[in-house]
Each structure stands twice: as C-alpha cells, then as structure tokens.
C-alpha cells in the first residue's frame, strides 16, 4: 500500500476520469453493427470506414506527443478530447457520406488523446513510482471497460445505437473538463531543451540503444496479440466453438487484468523493467503456441491465460520504462511512439492475419508463437547488454576512483 500512496493524487483523479470515460467509450465496439444495420451499408463498406476510423486512431497516437511537447500536454489532451467528443456525438445527426471524414478524425483525435494522457501521466510522475501509477490508469481503463460494453449492449438494443455515440461523445467532453479541473496548467508546461539536452528525436532514440530494440517489439507483438480479436474467433468458429464461449474466453482476460494487473505492478516495481516485458512478449508467444495442441476447452482457456498474463506483464511496463527513458522535453514524442507502435494491431492485425488464415491456415499459429518468442528474447537481450555496459561501466568507475592522485 506504500507504493500506492506514492502515486501522485492527480494520477488517482485522472483515473477516476478514465474509468467513467472509458465506461461510454464503447462505439468501436459496436461500429461494425451500426454501420451495416441502421445506416444499411455493405459489409466491404463497413470495413472500409472501419479501417480508415483505425488508421485515424493509430495517427493520432503517433503524433499526440508532438503537439504535447510543443504546446503542453494537459492542452493537447484538452482539445482533443474535446474534439473527439463532440465529433462522436454528432455523428447520429450526420449523413452516412460525412462519416468517411468524422470518424477518421474523430479516432486521430482520440488517440492523440490517448498518447497526451500517457505523457501527462509520466510529467506529473517522477521516476521510480511511474509503473505503479500507469497500473492505476491501466486498472481504472480495465474496470471502465469491462462494464461499458454491458451498458452498450442495453443502449443499442433497448434505444438505439445513436445513443451509444451520444453518450461516448459527451463522456469524452465531460473527460476534458475534468482534466482541466483536475490537472493545474503548472504541472504540465511543455519542457524546453537545455543546453546539455538533445532537442531531435532521433539522436535521443540513438544513445537509447534498447529502445530501438523494444519498439519494433512492442510493434510485432501487437500485430500478434490483436489476432484473438480476428482470426482467432474464426479459428474457433471453424473448429466447432461457438460465439459464447468466445465471449467466455475474453472475460477471462478482464478478469485477470481486473484481479491482477495492478498487484503485479507494485509486486514487480523494483525488478529489471526489461527482463519483465521480455517475459511478457515470450509469454504472448507462448499462448498462440498452446493452439498447435489442439482447440479442446483447457487448450483455449491456456491460451487466453497465457496471453493475458504476458500483457499485465509487459503493457505497464513498458510505458513506464520509455517514460523513464525519455528526456523531459521529448516524453510526449516517446510516448507518441510506444502508443503508436502498441495499438498498430488495430489496423494490421486484422488485414495480415487474415490473409495467412485464408492461404495458409496452418502457418498462422506457428507464426504467431515464432514472432512472439523472437520478440521477447530480442528484449531480453538487449536487457543483458545493458546490464553488461553498465557493470563495465561501473568497473572503470571504480578503477578509476582507486587510482592515487598524483
């Protein structure tokens, strides 16, 4: 509980508003139904403006940083959630044309959202106490969601779908005000570049050798992880499972992540960030693995454990160690990049799976477990080197303070 109370009460704040956000926040879910039932559009159509709403959110997350560290995170985070907000609760009023450009913005606006509150979240906190304070975010977005997609459910089918994108586009906007009451402006002043400070990204990302290891990981390891929401329902569907037992399977995820998530963080805050997200990503691998036995009952049920297991380990933290990583004047350019290369599945997963199930089904699997294991063993190497630079480094210190001074 002492390592609770150091997060910072803004943190806790900020959550509170994470968790009654991400509580409405469940349009996404049910975009697929809305756009081929009441506005009557063909299943390519749907996918199309699916994948270009997907494509929005995945920019957004690339660049939100940006914005942030020029202008200010808590600004970024403002007027994004306000922009998203508003877009989502008009689109019942729209006409279904105006669509293929409300909702790609709306989703970059989003997830600029998203990177500007991961920033916000690593400039209030100082280092040390930011994997325990990013598990609180994490918890409270977990706890939202699991109950937003029950309420959508009761809102789609008992009113209309409409209601869902009301109730999204005002809970984004009620996000905005809350942040602004919560977050004083002071806390979250964009950072300049000193003297002794790199001011481009790319020499910053440089003498971080171990990011540019992580990163690209972190980016496979999506692309494989999202599959349960693609090809694996298929797989199962193909092999006898029925729709149920699929929902089934992902309440085990929110169950775990509920029950564990943050236990683990603050259990795990003082071991080595990368040997645990090197696990995390072998773990992910590890769980498309269990499908080569077969898709019996326990066999799934490894699978989703396996995988959800692997994400508390690695999704924490590895935000909070590019956080870490990161200069005070680039945290939102850094996290711009992790948040991009950690929600990229969205729109790769679904496009790569499914063309490798649909030539090749029985490479699928193997593929994933191959991609997850080189993933994580790249993290954990890159671990080891940097622990050897660092004892090397610490040596010729000490060699160094040993030597009489002439």
């Not at 989703?304 to 994400?311: A, D, R, V």
Request: one cysteine or more; proline letters at 5%; aromatic letters at 8%.
């Amino acid at each position: 509980m002492r390592a609770l109370r150091e997060v910072p009460r803004t943190v806790w704040l900020l959550a509170c508003g994470t968790f009654v956000n991400m509580a409405v926040s469940v349009s996404f879910a049910f975009l697929f139904l809305y756009l081929t039932g009441p506005r009557g559009l063909s299943a390519a159509e749907a996918g199309l403006l699916s994948g270009a709403g997907g494509a929005g959110l995945v920019a957004g997350n690339f660049t939100g940083g940006w914005y942030g560290d020029r202008f200010g995170h808590r600004r970024v985070l403002l007027a994004a959630a306000a922009t998203s907000g508003l877009l989502l609760a008009a689109v019942p009023a729209l006409p279904t044309w105006a669509l293929y450009v409300v909702l790609p913005l709306a989703q970059y606006a989003s997830g600029a959202q998203r990177a500007a509150n991961s920033a916000l979240v690593a400039a209030i906190v100082p280092e040390g106490s930011r994997r325990q304070a990013f598990a609180v975010v994490r918890a409270a977005a977990n706890g939202g969601f699991t109950l937003g997609p029950l309420l959508g459910a009761f809102a789609a089918t008992h009113f209309s779908y409409d209601w869902l994108y009301v109730a999204e586009g005002l809970g984004t906007v009620a996000l905005a005000v809350w942040t602004a009451q919560v977050v004083p402006a002071r806390a979250a002043a964009p950072k300049q570049p000193t003297a002794h400070h790199e001011a481009a990204l790319w020499p910053a990302l440089r003498a971080r050798p171990t990011l540019l290891v992580l990163l690209p990981a972190i980016l496979v390891t999506d692309i494989i992880y999202r599959q349960q929401y693609s090809t694996f329902p298929v797989f199962l569907a193909d092999h006898g499972t029925d729709t149920q037992a699929y929902g089934a399977l992902l309440a085990i995820n929110g169950g775990i992540l509920l029950c564990l998530e943050l236990p683990t963080a603050l259990a795990l805050r003082h071991r080595s960030p990368l040997h645990i997200v090197g696990a995390g990503l072998l773990l992910v691998g590890a769980a498309y693995g269990a499908l080569l036995l077969g898709t019996t009952t326990p066999t799934t049920i490894a699978m989703m454990t396996l995988l959800t297991l692997g994400e508390l380990l690695y999704k924490t933290t590895a935000t909070a160690y590019v956080a870490d990583q990161a200069p005070d004047h680039l945290q939102g350019r850094f996290q711009s990049l992790y948040a991009g290369a950690s929600i990229s599945g969205v729109v790769l997963a679904a496009p790569l799976g499914g063309a490798l199930y649909e030539t090749a089904p029985s490479v699928l699997w193997p593929l994933c477990a191959g991609l997850g294991a080189t993933a994580g063993a790249a993290v954990l190497l890159s671990a080891k080197r940097t622990n050897t630079a660092d004892r090397r480094t610490a040596e010729a210190d000490r060699d160094s303070a040993s030597q009489p001074v002439a």
